[in-house]
């Protein structure tokens, strides 16, 4: 590692084998705390580059466990975090809400790092047992319409950082790569990403694949459609800056979107929003993200359809008889 960091610190950069061997290296547990962590503030100080986390990216899936829920022709809906917006859980929510209108979600998520609460931290409060075992999350999805993957159990690597990360307090490239690496291999995925230079990193990698995908940034830095101003939108041969009112909702402010100090007040907001007690913008933010998230899963449905479906699993229960579902089996 000694050598890797000298090079790195000469503002040279990994190819893609290089960057493969690294990560390797790291889930392996070759290297110490210390040197992971100045091996992560190298790319805290400069832009990581294609090369480098299509490496980072090929160890952490030829490393995973992986789960086979192909025949679900799965999505899943998630954000890189990172943006320091202290948001309430708007990507599980939207996972709830894109289940209850009828299509399979397997959600893969962890801990937050930069953020109080991620989504592993709310499904582990509301009393979600954690597993890969196979058979376990091919029968919630199948009964329930969604399943919980919780990374570190798939990703050697993400276990061996986890400490390192959460010591850092902040960002690192493992944001970036955490939507790209889920151990189910989605058919779809709407992520949302921190900023736009990511995002265009994503598109190049993507659209490379045969998945279906939506890649969310709010200008205004959120990694979600936020309703706070225009998001821009990427997906496979689009490219497009979205208003609030496009998708004829209001544009509201950063406060409205506040996810409380603790694990509890992200929880209650969460239940809030289920039960259909939620604030407007809180169900608003959640009804604009699943409209897209629905999109990815049925391209050949206009996007006001998919709102509309959005609002109606809201409404309508669909998306609290998914979640008390999951919970059932969970007891």
């Excluded at 040279?12 to 210390?34: C, F, P, Q």
């Excluded at 993507?206 to 225009?230: F, N, R, V, W």
């Excluded at 289920?274 to 999109?295: H, K, P, S, Y």
């Amino acid at each position: 590692m000694k050598e890797i960091l000298n090079y790195l610190y000469e503002h040279k950069t990994l190819n893609r084998d290089e960057a493969k061997k690294v990560l390797t290296n790291i889930a392996s547990g070759v290297y110490n705390h210390s040197q992971i962590a100045s091996f992560i503030s190298v790319y805290l100080m400069r832009s990581i580059t294609v090369d480098e986390l299509t490496g980072f990216r090929d160890a952490l899936l030829d490393l995973c466990q992986p789960v086979n829920l192909s025949e679900f022709e799965a999505i899943d809906l998630c954000g890189t975090g990172g943006d320091g917006k202290d948001t309430f859980n708007i990507s599980t929510l939207t996972s709830f809400v894109v289940a209850g209108a009828g299509a399979k979600v397997a959600k893969h998520g962890n801990y937050g790092v930069s953020s109080s609460c991620g989504s592993s931290n709310l499904m582990e409060f509301a009393g979600y047992k954690f597993s890969n075992d196979e058979s376990k999350l091919r029968t919630e999805i199948e009964k329930s319409g969604i399943c919980f993957l919780h990374a570190p159990l798939f990703n050697p690597a993400m276990k061996n950082v986890a400490p390192v990360r959460k010591e850092l307090g902040m960002k690192t490239f493992f944001n970036m790569l955490g939507p790209m690496v889920n151990p189910s291999f989605p058919a779809s995925q709407l992520v949302g990403v921190y900023s736009l230079e990511l995002a265009r990193l994503y598109n190049y990698l993507y659209q490379t694949g045969d998945k279906e995908y939506m890649i969310l940034h709010s200008l205004d830095g959120y990694d979600e459609i936020s309703l706070t101003g225009p998001c821009k939108v990427i997906s496979r041969g689009m490219d497009r800056i979205i208003q609030p009112a496009d998708l004829q909702l209001p544009t509201y402010s950063a406060e409205q979107l506040s996810g409380g100090n603790s694990v509890g007040d992200a929880m209650k907001i969460f239940m809030a929003v289920l039960q259909n007690n939620g604030t407007e913008a809180q169900r608003d933010v959640v009804i604009a993200n699943a409209g897209l998230g629905l999109q990815a899963s049925f391209p050949g449905r206009s996007l006001d359809d998919c709102l509309g479906m959005a609002r109606e699993s809201i409404e309508k229960g669909s998306a609290l008889n998914v979640f008390n579902t999951l919970m059932g089996m969970n007891k």
